[in-house]
């Protein structure tokens, strides 16, 4: 049994994607969150504190074999993890904000009754700058120890695949079209699938081949370390993001409005420099902030981070990203045209789905807001892949499925129909969402 607690954004994805393939219990105060989660999906729900002994014991806490404590409250979250190391021996998961609660964590040789604790801020960073440095991406993830990329970009009217079908495009030597993802659907192509202007294309593949297709389908060049980078909003997540950046050779500019922030940002970053500007404050507002900047992070709150792309394009800066938090209006970012828009419940979605399906999938990335998966396996003897042909797969598995890449004894191999899978073998595969738990017991 897996005992959720909190049903927000992210307790509610995770009840919807599990639900179908587990025993599932979401708590939550809000009775109206817990009753929708029922009728939505096949889950046991209960309404109370999740803190509460008495709730956790309604729940079942002492059958549950995983517990995920997804509130808004650090505190509340180690706290049920403590809870249910008491009642039973669950792997226990808790998604912190904090960043210094993490570093404690790691430097208790992971104690405090987690098992495993997602820091939000930090994989949103990391998240930010990797597909920043992937000219054009909307997404970008990596797998089997950083040899292969996934990465989703939109296609234009110009680019030299626009109109092809995937066969004449399939020109990259380790690369493999996985998925296009057109309006609401996602779409597993085979080689006489057209792309469209408009199209999300999703690649599998090497770092140097992702590149390559980033460069043929990108309008932008990729950043250079002379470029000028803003990065608005000093706080913990800013401060990952300009470190993030100082770690790849770039030195960013970091614009704060709290004259202590900005002090303690001068003396903790290595090369970044620091502005003390309200960019909250249009009227006092200095333009000269983004005046020549090639690229600007807004890392503040969704209605700064929207206004500060509509301001950046009135001063023709050439790209921007920014972090979004409501998930109901992702949507209305990716209308303004930003390059890079950063979803952190989507990627805390992704790495909570990573530690449940152990000891199944290695890695779980979710792409196309819950459209779709990303599974890493190490083929074992009980694979429905082990000792087939590529070829053969396909009719053995759901539709749904495209493996984008095979890494044998460390090696990228490239996914044709005549390559036979191995035991040992890492195999990425592309799988759509309504069949993924289906597909990573299979294979």
Known sequence: MILI????????????????????VVIDRDADLVDE????????????????????REAGIDQAEIVVASTDNDAANVMVCNAAKQAGNPHTIARVKEVGLFETWQSLDEGLGVDTMLCIDKLAAEAVVRTIALPGAHAVDTFADDQVEVAEFEIGVDTPITGQSVAEADRYASATFAAILRDDDVIIPTGETVIQSGDCVVVIGSLASISRFAEDVSAQPPLKSEDDIVVVGGDVLGYQIAQQFEARGWTPEIVERDPEQATQLTTRLRSSSVAETDVTNIGGFNPNVLTGADLVVGTVDDNTNYLLAQLAREFDVARTAAVVDNPEVVDLFEETGLDVIVH????IVSEILQTIYEPGPEEVSVLGHDDAEVLEVVVDSESALAGKALRDVTDQLPSGIVIGAIVRNEQLQ????????????????????????EVAELI
């Open 414 to 437: 490239i996914p044709r129909g005549n390559k036979i899978i191995q035991t040992g073998d890492r195999v990425i595969a592309f799988v759509d969402a309504s069949v993924a738990a």
């Open 344 to 347: 952190p419940e989507d990627i």
């Open 37 to 56: 989660l029922r009728s939505q999906h096949d889950v046991t729900g209960v309404v109370g504190d999740g803190r509460s002994a008495s709730t956790l």
């Open 5 to 24: 607690i909190g049903a927000g954004s992210v307790g509610s994805n995770l009840a919807a994607d599990l639900a179908e393939s587990n025993d599932v």
